[in-house]
């Protein structure tokens, strides 16, 4: 070891901590070492001494008492910086308002809902706000027979829905007299309304603990059960998408949501709700009060006009007249655009009376047609 | 006179007297450390009474098991010392090393420690007067205990050379 490389250890050394051997046995040989050690020593004493010759203790001054700080800082004037005094205000603001915005989001959550009639041929959906009740509607569910339906949903909380429901069935008159096979569903109209609240007057509401992701089994009086699907939105979606409706339908699939009808530009019908069919030969047909039953179908049909669909517009010319049938969601699926079918029986009665618009899907085209006809 | 648990326990007990106890062993060294530490005495009697103050107001900061409480004391006021030096005063270099001239007397152990840089002079006078270990020292002022070591040594070297004036390769 040399003497530019002993320095760090003659400090260790002073410090009275251990070395090396290596560096022991320098110091033991090297007088400029033994020098430096000797400067730390002296040096050393001297801070020692420059300590012992300063100041005596003195008086110590009031102690404050404890907490004080704690109790000053609650009950104090304080000197608050404009822009944090701004910073504050705004800060009070906006967690005010977000607040409001949770509890109003609290408040305008919604139940989006599926019923399927107890010979699952005719469903029902709509959303229905919480605290609110729902439109009423009825489900055709054969020649003979209809199930009306009131729906409340009394409260929607930590993802549960607390809703009341009604449901009567009611068989109609004599074959014939409401000749027509078509499972639908009506609501929205004046007319069902009334019709509904008549069927329902006496009919106690039940109430139901519903939680999205259930199939809800609702008794209905007079035989069967309905069953209730639906899940929770935080807003209202403006038009129903049945729970399992694709948004991008399968080729053999035709699914019209919430379609509208235009005819030479003019609204023919809108409002119906939404239907949707598959399998072999599916078709999904609309009822115009005075027009008579559109259905539109996947396959070819005698007295079928040729549309084209794309997505959710189908176009098509009937009857001298320039058609198009819009759908929030792609009216079927595969290569677009692609082929569809409509057909008109604009004699077409349905069961119901009062003579609403609807939207129905189930059972053969075909054979519903040639059943009115008979 | 109490040992540290006993003067722990009566100051977390709000025992007056032991903080008086406290004040009166300690204020001296500490006022000194803080003087030399900042180099200006208004300073260093306001961060040694701030010193004692917080261990007055906050008794629950105190660790046996890490150290004295006179350790504890010191390391406050070692903390607001270097907080001092940031905050309310602008950087600025040491003092220029007083020049060396052969033949001239050595300057005077205070003015030579004044020339050594800020943290280096507490370290040193930490250990040189107050006489923590190592292991206080990097615990007190929270580095490595190596760094504790190369200071000291560089401490040492910077003050030798100021006190005995002793040339240094850039002074020629």
Known sequence: MTCQEAPPFISILYDGESVPKEAAEHFASCPACKERLRDYAQMGAELRLLASSEGAPEAMPALPPRGRRWAHTFTARVLVPRFALGLGVLLVAVLSLSLGVMRAQVASLWFQFNVTSPDKLASWGNEVQAGYRGKPAFLMTGPQGKVGAIIEVDEVQYGHVRLSMRARRVEMGPAGQEAHSTPQSVEGTPESDQMVRRMLADSPPQQYEFIPGQVLEIPVEGGGKLQLTGRVLERHAHFWVKEDYPIEPKPDQIVLTEPALVRDQGLLVKGLGSAEAGGDDPYVAVFVPKEGLFGFLLKPMDGAVQAEAEYGQARFRMDGHDYVLFSATPITGGQQPREIWVYRDPNYQPSAPGAISSIGSGGNFRDRIEGTQK | ?172
Not at chain 2, 31 to 36: A, E, K, P, T, V
Not at chain 2, 139 to 144: G, K, Q, S, T
């Open chain 2, 1 to 172: 006179m109490l040992d540290d648990p006993e003067a722990w326990n009566a100051l977390r007990g709000g025992d007056t007297e032991a903080f008086e106890r406290l004040y009166q062993t300690h204020l001296a060294r500490l006022r000194s450390f803080l003087r030399r530490s900042l180099g200006d005495s208004k300073a260093a009697e306001d961060i040694a009474q701030e010193a004692f103050l917080q261990i007055w107001q906050h008794p629950n900061g105190f660790n046996p098991a890490r150290g004295s409480l006179k350790a504890y004391l010191f390391g406050i006021a070692a903390k607001r010392a270097a907080d001092w030096r940031r905050h309310r005063r602008p950087e600025s270099p040491a003092p220029p090393e007083p020049p060396a001239r052969a033949g001239e007397p050595p300057v005077l152990i205070a003015d030579a420690l004044q020339h050594v840089d800020p943290d280096t002079r507490s370290l040193l006078w930490l250990r040189e007067v107050e006489g923590y270990s190592y292991q206080e020292l990097a615990a007190m002022l929270e580095i490595p205990l190596g760094t504790v070591k190369s200071r000291l040594f560089t401490g040492r070297e910077q003050l030798r050379r100021i006190w005995k004036g002793e040339r240094t390769s850039e002074d020629v």
